[in-house]
């Protein structure tokens, strides 16, 4: 019988340790379905603010992996990059997980939605940086960077399961490269604002735009 209540007393403290584990969003672990959904319409949005599709030299899409791209030949396409469809369902996702993981947390639910909500204020400038944006088809995107707005707040703790310890702040990161980076929004007339952003977010993905950029600008000249 002890043998039995210790067995017993093992299982109830392994499923309270599983009950309290936190969830962790990953835009890839969307359906197939949804997110080629995502990337035809995020496909079509490039194009329209472009001007069509010969205007878009640079509207793609990658359904594994997320990764998007945008670029216009000569027009800066209206949609800002808290608005493009996959970084909204980014931080969509990343809101719900918030308020999921509130439930398996202690303390004050309500405070900690009500910060889910505060710091997930997806579709304008206050919601979190979609790190999606990559510069080839090929490329997979960071997925994971500093929780900072795009207007360039430092957010907090997210609280999607994902590790940004060792990520920085908003202090040093962002406010007006950041949404350049995510934009990419003239692969022609843009190389001068890349060339001179100093933001440590733009040191890997950045650098390869601006790589893309110049070569870009050099093909159609």
């Known amino acids: ?22 969830a962790v969003w990953k835009i890839t672990d969307l359906d197939s379905g949804e997110r080629e959904n995502l990337c035809d319409r995020q496909i079509q949005t490039c194009q329209n603010n472009c001007g069509g599709p010969d205007e878009a030299p640079m509207a793609f899409c990658n359904p594994d992996t997320m990764g998007w791209g945008c670029g216009c030949k000569s027009n800066t396409p209206s949609f800002k990059s808290w608005n493009w469809p996959v970084p909204a369902r980014d931080c969509a996702g990343s809101l719900a997980i918030c308020k999921e993981n509130c439930g398996s947390q202690s303390g004050d639910r309500n405070k900690c939605y009500e910060n889910c909500s505060t710091s997930h204020q997806c579709n304008t400038e206050d919601a979190p940086i979609s790190y999606t944006n990559t510069t080839d088809f090929d490329v997979s995107p960071a997925y994971v960077g500093p929780a900072v707005s795009y207007k360039g707040d430092d957010l907090g703790d997210l609280n999607d399961g994902n590790d940004r310890t060792n990520l920085g702040s908003s202090s040093s990161e962002n406010p007006e490269t950041n949404d350049a980076k995510n934009d990419i929004s003239n692969a022609v007339d843009s190389s001068s604002d890349h060339s001179s952003a100093t933001d440590p977010l733009l040191k890997s993905a950045g650098m390869a735009l601006l790589t893309f950029t110049i070569a870009t600008a050099a093909s159609m000249f």
Not at 5 to 21: N, Y
């Open 1 to 22: 019988m002890r043998l039995i209540s210790t067995a017993s007393a093992l299982i109830l403290a392994a499923s309270a340790t599983m009950a309290v584990d936190e």
